[in-house]
T-cell receptor, first 115, second 115 residues
Framework: EPEVTQTPSHQVTQMGQEVILRCVPI?????FYWYRQILGQKVEFLVS????????KSEIFDDQFSVERPDGSNFTLKIRSTKLEDSAMYFC?????????????FGSGTRLTVV | AQSVTQPDIHITVSEGASLELRCNYS??????LFWYVQSPGQGLQLLLK??????LVQGIKGFEAEFKRSQSSFNLRKPSVHWSDAAEYFC?????????????FGTGTRLTIIP
């Protein structure tokens, strides 16, 4: 079964450093998403991306965040200057065009720890 | 705006007993609905989803859910739980438009299984 792949599975970074979280969506999917889950809390939508541009973003997704699809397979989330409160599990997801929610699939997540 | 309420933060059930996890949603049109399960430190695994048609949906691991439009509910059920079902369960709702499909998650219900 096709999978969404996220790397690394765990990243530790110092406050103020830049991090890039990487995702390889399912190959024929066209919609890409990032979600965040702070420890013990619910999963929250960050951003959706389609046709090489952001289609929707949440209040959490401020100027320190950016997303990019640098080539035909990767989808990245960059946090420019990490803060302690950015520590969370970050999930990538992708979905196909057409039938609602078709193939909506989450990756296994990247646990980001900011120290 | 769409929202999801999972009124039970924590449920404890004996192994072999039946289970029902509650989920209520708020959305102006016909939503599509998901249940995900998350084991500690792990990613999100899709249990089942509802788009349209039969309001009783079968999922993996013996789970089922019933969509009740009149009650705005999508409760998850299992006739007999196993110790391996101990996890966090999230209900999620998505919009009914094609394409960009941001999911809104509930706060989750933690399920504990006792012998």
């Amino acid at each position: 079964e096709p999978e969404v792949t996220q790397t690394p599975s765990h990243q530790v970074t110092q406050m103020g450093q830049e991090v890039i979280l990487r995702c390889v969506p399912i190959s024929n999917h066209l919609y890409f998403y990032w979600y965040r889950q702070i420890l013990g809390q619910k999963v929250e939508f960050l951003v959706s991306f389609y046709n090489n541009e952001i289609s929707e973003k949440s209040e959490i997704f401020d100027d320190q965040f950016s997303v990019e699809r640098p080539d035909g397979s990767n989808f990245t989330l960059k946090i420019r200057s990490t803060k302690l409160e950015d520590s969370a599990m970050y999930f990538c997801a992708s979905s196909a065009q057409g039938r609602r929610g078709h193939g909506y699939t989450f990756g296994s997540g990247t646990r980001l720890t900011v120290v | 705006a769409q929202s999801v309420t999972q009124p039970d933060i924590h449920i404890t059930v004996s192994e072999g007993a039946s289970l029902e996890l509650r989920c209520n949603y708020s959305y102006g049109a016909t939503p599509y609905l998901f249940w995900y399960v998350q084991s500690p430190g792990q990613g999100l695994q899709l249990l089942l989803k509802y788009f349209s048609g039969d309001t009783l949906v079968q999922g993996i691991k013996g789970f089922e859910a019933e969509f009740k439009r009149s009650q705005s509910s999508f409760n998850l059920r299992k006739p007999s739980v196993h110790w391996s079902d101990a996890a966090e369960y999230f209900c999620a709702v998505g919009p009914s438009n094609f394409g960009n499909e941001k999911l809104t998650f509930g706060t989750g219900t933690r399920l504990t299984i006792i012998p």
